[in-house]
């Protein structure tokens, strides 16, 4: 078949401007654009979690990770996406994860929110109150200390469960290398008149030995701690250690192209909701229905090369009427998303 030229220029131009478009969404799935992008972190940002200030949740907070050895942190930041410097924490030892929890019992009449991150280079996990921003934990608490071999006491993922029954509340901790059984710790928070402890609780979790396990989530609700086998799929066990440790599910094994990461539960009444999981290496999210697990989409938000995202269906003013999304993108930032724009439900 012979094309004049003029046709041949114009097939050119169809064929780079399709290429163009495939190549900026990278997974050829249409971009859900941010509502705004957060200012960028010094060094390498890497898991946000979102505090709700339930008396005024135009001043809520999104924690994030940014990671180095040395002058590493985890910054506050608003609604705005810009960096609140008063309640930003610095001088970090590589903090990789960070979660938040409302309502420790610090004594019988003195409650507190709090944020738990985990600091890789000291190979312990750090509390601290918020908003306040007070450390609780007399410098941290260390994690795997029965381990001998150096890597597998570094720890990485963490994520908070409140008991909605007892209102006792624990942390999850991921690391960087583990064995195939027992690769997560559970660890209690205490609090007594000597100040606050971190008791160990339980080891659980099977690992596929592929790649590592960083990301954590918990449903408090439903009862649940779900975390990302990165070379596998997602695994779902009882977060109350008295429910035993087998394992209830293995799911999205089919669902990624490479590193499964950052999980984000978003709850609805009636047990209704769903796990927003990063599909890092398309640069995407696989959307589970919370009450089966089964898939539903994925989605585009534009971010590069997702770890950590967190997200909360409470209103937090008019930018985000429904709730908010925030997602770690690879260039030293966070995207914030109101909920309603990734159309879940």
């Known amino acids: 078949m012979i094309y004049s030229k003029s046709?041949?220029?114009?097939?050119?131009?169809?064929?780079?401007?399709?290429?163009?478009?495939?190549?900026?969404?990278?997974?050829?799935?249409?971009?859900?654009?941010?509502?705004?992008?957060?200012?960028?972190?010094?060094?390498?940002?890497?898991?946000?979690?979102?505090?709700?200030?339930h008396?005024?949740?135009e001043q809520s907070i999104v924690f994030g990770t940014d990671k180095d050895e040395i002058d590493g942190g985890v910054y506050a930041l608003d609604l705005d996406g810009k960096i609140i410097k008063e309640k930003s924490l610095t001088g970090v030892s590589y903090p990789n994860n960070?979660?938040?929890?409302?309502?420790?019992?610090?004594?019988?009449?003195?409650?507190?929110?709090?944020?738990?991150?985990?600091?890789?280079?000291?190979?312990?996990?750090?509390?601290?109150?918020?908003?306040d921003?007070?450390?609780?934990?007399?410098?941290?608490?260390?994690?795997?200390?029965d381990e001998t071999d150096v890597l597998q006491k570094r720890p990485m993922g963490v994520s908070i469960y409140k008991n909605p029954s007892t209102k006792e509340i624990s942390v999850f901790v991921s690391r960087k290398a583990g064995p195939t059984e027992g690769?997560?710790?559970?660890?209690?928070?205490?609090?007594?008149?000597?100040?606050?402890?971190?008791?160990?609780?339980?080891?659980?979790?099977?690992?596929?030995?592929?790649?590592?396990?960083?990301?954590?989530?918990?449903?408090?609700?439903?009862?649940?701690?779900y975390f990302s086998d990165e070379g596998v799929g997602i695994r779902k066990y009882h977060a109350d250690p008295k429910k035993g440790n087998k394992e209830i599910a293995l799911f999205g094994t089919d669902n990624f192209k490479d590193d499964i990461e950052g999980i984000a539960i978003a709850t609805y009444p009636n047990g209704?909701?769903?796990?927003?999981?990063?599909?890092?290496?398309?640069?995407?999210?696989?959307?589970?229905?919370?009450?089966d697990n089964s898939f539903v989409k994925e989605i585009n938000l534009g971010t590069i090369?997702?770890?950590?995202?967190?997200?909360?269906?409470?209103p937090l003013g008019k930018k985000y009427p429904n709730g908010l999304f925030v997602s770690m993108n690879d260039e030293q930032d966070f995207f914030f998303h109101a909920l309603d724009s990734l159309k879940l439900k």
């Open 55 to 57: 008396k005024n949740p």
């Open 7 to 53: 046709k041949m220029m114009k097939k050119t131009l169809i064929l780079g401007v399709i290429s163009a478009v495939v190549f900026s969404c990278g997974n050829g799935l249409p971009e859900i654009a941010p509502t705004l992008k957060s200012e960028k972190l010094p060094h390498d940002s890497d898991d946000p979690a979102i505090w709700i200030n």
């Open 133 to 145: 921003m007070k450390p609780l934990d007399n410098g941290g608490f260390k994690v795997f200390e």
């Open 305 to 314: 090369e997702t770890d950590g995202c967190d997200v909360v269906t409470t």
């Open 98 to 131: 960070v979660d938040v929890e409302y309502g420790f019992k610090l004594n019988d009449s003195t409650k507190t929110d709090i944020i738990v991150f985990s600091e890789r280079e000291k190979n312990q996990i750090r509390v601290y109150s918020v908003p």
């Open 272 to 291: 209704e909701g769903f796990l927003i999981v990063s599909n890092q290496q398309n640069h995407s999210f696989n959307i589970f229905k919370r009450s």
């Open 183 to 225: 690769y997560l710790y559970q660890y209690a928070l205490v609090s007594d008149s000597l100040g606050v402890h971190s008791n160990l609780l339980r080891k659980m979790g099977t690992f596929s030995g592929q790649k590592e396990i960083e990301a954590i989530a918990v449903d408090d609700e439903l009862g649940f701690v």
